[in-house]
């Protein structure tokens, strides 16, 4: 924030933090708890916390406090996973820290002084919520207060339900004038490690517009500050001009206002129960849903009618409000404020009665915020009237009005008085059922979960899907803006509108009674519960310019948040057509949304028609919901998005990524956390519930895990109690190439349970991708489901299970972690670097295995596709004596060692691998031997069995993987990874087009992308395995760099990393190759260590690739003595293209002369030579792809 420029150009005290750019920068509201813009999201008076804290101070008096921060991966589980402004880790936000002992605490955050909010401003702000109460019944609440004159006034407050992830606050403030401030706070209790952050606050229409400097148009009039506003805002109860000069008495006399500051001014409440009840937000307390002020004063001591919710046995009727009698009239009209909260079955509904008919005017139902909604009605009515006004508060909400404001059009009746209907009679049902309209109740639970209950299926008829025919089907406008969606019918043809729907009724956009500026929002009645699955399909129409859009989101009441699920941009020219909307598999209850926002006086239309739901009910059962094999060329079989979180998968045929497994042209699913607006935890694909099966079956799939900053990828079978369990996972890059995997899925028939055998539940499979990292892409493709268990795994990282290895002997292997720090063991595993990793391990101290005792480790019988194959892993013997580890191969019931270890340098992980020529299948056996110590224990970890010999150490090609070379995945180290991939050419992971080893685009070599590591001096290492002491060595290796010389700050370095250490062998500068590039480099350390490969950058960033190949590491010997080729430059690309040309061009020429010559001299018998008397070289590839 010290660099952040305030008040450049000395204004005035009063017209700083005022919402308005009075500097020509802007830099008078910088500082303000807001800046004047973020360059991240596009907004103006904003704080993202990316450049400081925008002024925002900690308040707090006890060690529970609010600091600046970043998330950390390391701490997955317990605070943000990113920022919410960019996704990432790197990403700042404000958050609260608390001491370590739970002591109970409040934290306070308040902006610095802010001035003169228009009665249109709107903060939205993210927050996100985390601590071991998420699932508790009685949580922590975050709470945004104002604090201006002399009291403080609530805001808003966290729903009572809350969730992991960011979620978004919307609150409005009212009219406020002169100085006023915000304050955050968060009480944590005694026994409860509450974490909250925040990021992302941003302030919406509350500044007042300047003078105008032109006339005001035909519907406007003057305020007094020189701004124009519309004829019909002019004594509305707000004051909208900012000097109050459309509110003043002068202007407004001829009007009539109550404000029920002192009684109800002659309007009726009617006593019974439930009724209308006048009392303020001081005496009422702090409720969820009750207005925590007035809409007059905006205050806590203001009064408003109030109605709150029966109890659940009460009764359902209205509590009814009704005016004096007034004569007949065409220009009455009524403006009044409202406020629904915390119900989505809350209803006010306004009507004029006369004494032979009553009817609704307006009718507002479900949960509008916790704000005062401005509506307004005009009265046309032939006869005397009375305004009648209606509230019923659904369970847990509240209805409540304020300023009701009558036209000088509503002259009161003295002669003919208007008596009102009496109250409806109960309903032949209870309050928690709902009557058929055949007859009968329901419970109300069974009314819109997408199957009929009813015998005539009533209780799915006002549920959202309709043709619009005959009503709005269950829809039911919820906008608080100038915009509003309702009913609009068409006779004739419209050139706009009819272009995508047919003449008729539809939902259309049109001018709303609302003071806010805001999208127009409808809503469905309470849905749920629906399948997997369920999709919502409509026909639509817009024509807007590509500031309107209309979209479908989802309203989750379980998690308390809303996720968007479709949408579309205005063109400037008329769009629309039929989509399918998924919803997936959701319980109840949730809603679905409609948001739309166009600017109505250009011409601009929404319209909406012939909404259905598709394969919703859960009895509904999808023809493809056992079609668990597929390869995604049509459609995703029996695989579905879940909803959850908004984090998706996508089927596409690959942006840059790469292509499919299946035909290399075809479709894919996949995963890309860097998404624009993806701040989802996870993203998970799941089948529907599945019947049980009483044999095991092989879930097979191929997968791709690219990219720099890559996350986690799991294979977890959920079970329909809740239990869950993740069958197979992998963390990290495996290169821009396919991989093959293999999962067992359990037999499901029966369980044995307290002796008894029951049926398992249902079951599902899922596929879920964490976003851990967030520089990368993950790809799935070809999944085939076959009977019988799956053979031994290739690969196992013992995160998911022990992948089939069977202990046996005195001792025991177990899989462990050591996340408490206290486990006999290492103190992290190979494959995640962390202490959550997993890994085998046995104990080998004398009280667990005896001197000369064994533990044995069998693995499943491997079948081999080749003659010889690789068995590389990963084990670590603790210090002292641990005993020794031996490595057989069984076959044919013999076997035979093949490796023995009894010592380790070091106390890292090592290396080991054996090359296999079996002859059939074959199974590994680790033996553990105990040493007699008092302690001790040997771990395995990371087994990987290969086609092809073993590789010599820390030498490779990369043809078949990266032989051991790997980038280090401590999240803590905010590290990045070195890929893998081949020649071919690749968008989003950039390289050389051919490798070094072939020659070809088929060839592989590892790379890296220079330009994610930005400025400051980050680094991307790739790490060989721990290599034994050197005396005289020599490391030879070809590298490729695509860097142009005036964006080179960085450098490629080899280092040697030991014991004593790190010191450089060998760097250059970033610079552009002329293809591969040789380079060797002598190696000699007196203790074990690592080789190193380091990209790093300097103060600028380093834009391109770099690339390594063909790496050859000789032990003891010389460079001088192991070098059998000279060092050479290796051509690429275009130059390789022309040398092929020309030596073509060259061949033809010699082939003609050969012909010509062979012609003239065959009489003379010279053309006779064989082939092997040539002298010439034979080779043209050899030509080609050498020097």
């Keep these: ?500 729907l047919c003449p008729g009724t539809f939902l259309t956009l049109q001018e709303g009674e609302g003071q806010m500026v805001d999208a127009a929002k409808a809503r469905t009645p309470l849905l749920g519960p629906s399948s997997p699955s369920c999709a919502m399909e409509m026909s639509y129409h817009i024509h807007s310019d590509p500031q309107g859009f209309l979209a479908v989101s989802i309203m989750d009441h379980t998690s308390g948040t809303t996720q968007l699920a479709w949408h579309t941009q205005g063109r400037g020219s008329p769009a629309g057509g039929h989509v399918r909307v998924p919803l997936g598999e959701r319980s109840r209850p949730f809603q679905v949304e409609l948001l739309a926002l166009v600017d109505l006086q250009s011409s601009a239309s929404v319209g909406i028609d012939e909404v259905t739901f598709q394969q919703c009910s859960l009895s509904e059962v999808s023809p493809a919901a056992a079609e668990l094999s597929c390869n995604f060329e049509r459609d995703m079989c029996g695989w579905y998005q879940d909803h959850s979180s908004d984090f998706k998968w996508v089927r596409s045929m690959g942006q840059g990524q790469g292509t499919d497994h299946t035909t290399g042209s075809g479709y894919f699913l996949s995963v890309d956390p860097s998404a624009p607006w993806s701040r989802g935890q996870r993203a998970q694909l799941i089948t529907s519930r599945q019947e049980p099966a009483a044999s095991p079956r092989c879930l097979s799939f191929w997968y791709r895990l690219a990219g720099p900053q890559i996350g986690t990828m799991n294979l977890k079978l959920q079970l329909e109690g809740g239990e869950e369990k993740v069958l197979w996972t992998r963390r990290g890059t495996q290169g821009s190439i396919w991989h093959r995997a293999w999962a067992t899925l359990p037999a499901t028939g029966q369980q044995r349970y307290r002796g008894c055998l029951t049926p398992w539940p249902g079951w599902q499979v899922a596929f879920e991708v964490l976003r851990d990292g967030f520089l990368g892409d993950v790809g799935l493709d070809d999944v085939a489901l076959t009977a019988g268990p799956c053979g031994a795994e290739l690969s196992c990282s013992f995160e998911a299970e022990g992948c089939g290895l069977a202990a046996s002997g005195r001792g025991t292997w177990q899989r462990q972690s050591n996340v408490t720090g206290t486990a006999a063991g290492p103190a992290a595993d190979h494959t995640t670097g962390t202490a959550a990793g997993h890994y085998m391990v046995v104990s080998t101290g004398r009280g667990s295995l005896p001197a000369g005792h064994t533990a044995v480790l069998t693995s499943q019988p491997y079948q081999p596709s080749v003659p010889i194959q690789c068995l590389a892993f990963w084990y670590q013997l603790s210090a002292g004596t641990p005993g020794s580890l031996g490595v057989f191969v069984k076959q044919s019931g013999t076997q035979r060692k093949v490796l023995s270890v009894s010592t380790m340098e070091g106390s890292g992980w090592n290396h080991g691998h054996v090359t296999v020529q079996p002859d059939g299948d074959w199974q590994v056996v680790f033996e553990a031997v105990g040493a007699g110590a008092d302690h001790g224990y040997i771990a395995l970890d990371d087994l990987h069995v290969s086609d092809g010999a073993c590789p010599k150490p820390a030498s490779c090609d990369f043809e078949q993987d ?184 060259a061949l033809i020429v010699v082939l003609l002369l050969a012909a010509g010559g062979w012609y003239w001299l065959k009489p003379r018998g010279v053309a006779g030579r064989t082939s092997a008397e040539s002298e010439g070289p034979q080779g043209f590839d050899n030509i080609t792809f050498r020097d």
Aim: glycine share 10%; net charge negative; proline share 5%.
């Design 1 to 500: 924030s010290g660099s952040v420029v305030v008040n450049s150009c000395s204004s005035a005290a009063e017209q700083l933090c005022n919402f308005v750019c009075d500097c020509s920068d802007c830099s008078d509201e910088n500082q303000c708890g807001y800046l004047r813009g973020s360059a991240a999201l596009g907004t103006t008076f904003t704080c993202d916390f990316e450049d400081g804290d925008c002024g925002w101070q900690d308040m707090s008096t006890s060690t529970y406090r609010w600091v600046r921060g970043r998330a950390s991966p390391a701490v997955w589980s317990t605070g943000p996973h990113s920022d919410h402004t960019v996704g990432t880790d790197l990403g700042w936000f404000l958050v609260t820290v608390s001491p370590p002992a739970k002591t109970a605490g409040m934290a306070w955050l308040r902006s610095p002084d802010m001035q003169e909010a228009a009665a249109t401003c709107e903060i939205r702000a993210w927050y996100h919520l985390s601590g071991s109460w998420l699932n508790e019944t009685e949580q922590p609440v975050l709470r945004l207060d104002m604090a201006y004159g002399d009291e403080v006034v609530g805001l808003w407050q966290s729903p009572e339900r809350s969730s992991k992830g960011w979620h978004q606050l919307v609150t409005y403030l009212g009219r406020v004038t002169g100085q006023f401030q915000l304050i955050f706070s968060l009480a944590q209790p005694a026994a409860c490690g509450a974490e909250v952050a925040l990021d992302d606050i941003i302030f919406r229409n509350c500044g007042f517009p300047g003078p105008r400097q032109q006339d005001c148009g035909a519907q406007e009039k003057n305020c007094s500050r020189g701004s124009c506003l519309a004829q019909h805002r002019f004594c509305d109860g707000t004051d909208d001009c900012g000097d109050s000069s459309d509110e003043s008495l002068e202007e407004c006399k001829v009007f009539t206002n109550c404000s029920f500051e002192h009684d109800l001014c002659g309007w009726e409440a009617e006593d019974g129960s439930p009724s209308w009840d006048r009392n303020t937000s001081l005496n009422l307390g702090t409720s969820y849903s009750i207005p925590t002020r007035d809409h007059s004063s905006n205050s806590r001591t203001g009064f408003f009618l109030h109605v709150g919710s029966a109890p659940a046995a009460g009764t359902s009727s209205p509590a009814r409000l009704s005016s004096p009698s007034f004569k007949a009239t065409n220009s009455c009209s009524l403006v009044l404020y409202c406020h629904l909260h915390g119900s989505a079955t809350s209803t006010l509904s306004i009507s004029y009665v006369t004494n032979t008919t009553q009817n609704l005017m307006r009718e507002r139902t479900g949960d509008l915020g916790s704000c005062w909604v401005r509506e307004r009605v005009d009265f046309k009515v032939t006869e005397p009237f009375r305004v009648l006004i209606e509230g019923v508060a659904g369970s847990g909400g509240t209805v409540a009005i304020d300023d009701l404001i009558l036209s000088p059009g509503c002259e009161q009746e003295q002669e003919t008085p208007v008596m009102l209907p009496g109250r409806a009679g109960a309903g032949s049902c209870p309050a928690d059922q709902v009557a058929c309209g055949s007859g009968g109740c329901v419970a109300a639970e069974l009314v819109c979960d997408f199957a009929d209950t009813c015998a005539d299926g009533s209780d799915e008829k006002h549920c959202g899907a309709t043709t619009f025919e005959t009503g709005a089907g269950g829809w039911h406008d919820v906008s608080v803006g100038r915009l509003r969606w309702a009913l609009q019918t068409l006779t004739e043809p419209d050139p706009f509108l009819t272009v995508f």
């Design 962 to 1145: 990266m032989c051991g070379w790997s980038s280090p995945l401590d999240p803590r180290l905010h590290g990045f990874a070195w890929g893998w991939k081949s020649g071919m050419p690749l968008a989003k992971y950039p390289g050389p087009e051919q490798d070094h080893t072939l020659g070809t685009r088929n060839g592989h070599y590892v790379h890296f992308d220079t330009s994610v590591l930005g400025a400051g001096g980050t680094s991307a290492l790739l790490e060989s395995h721990p290599l034994p002491a050197a005396t005289e060595s020599c490391l030879r290796f070809w590298y490729h760099m695509d860097i142009p010389e005036h964006l080179s700050s960085g450098e490629l370095r080899v280092t040697l990393q030991s014991t004593t250490g790190q010191r450089t062998l060998w760097s250059v500068a970033g610079h552009h190759t002329r293809g591969w590039q040789s380079c060797v480099v002598p190696v000699q350390s007196p203790s074990g260590f690592q080789i190193i490969f380091e990209i790093t950058t300097g103060r600028w960033p380093m834009e391109g690739t770099v690339a390594l190949d063909d790496i050859v590491y000789s032990a003891g010997m010389s460079c001088q003595s192991s070098m059998q080729e000279p060092v050479e430059e290796k051509p690429s690309g275009s130059f390789v293209t022309q040398v092929v040309l020309g030596l073509l061009l």
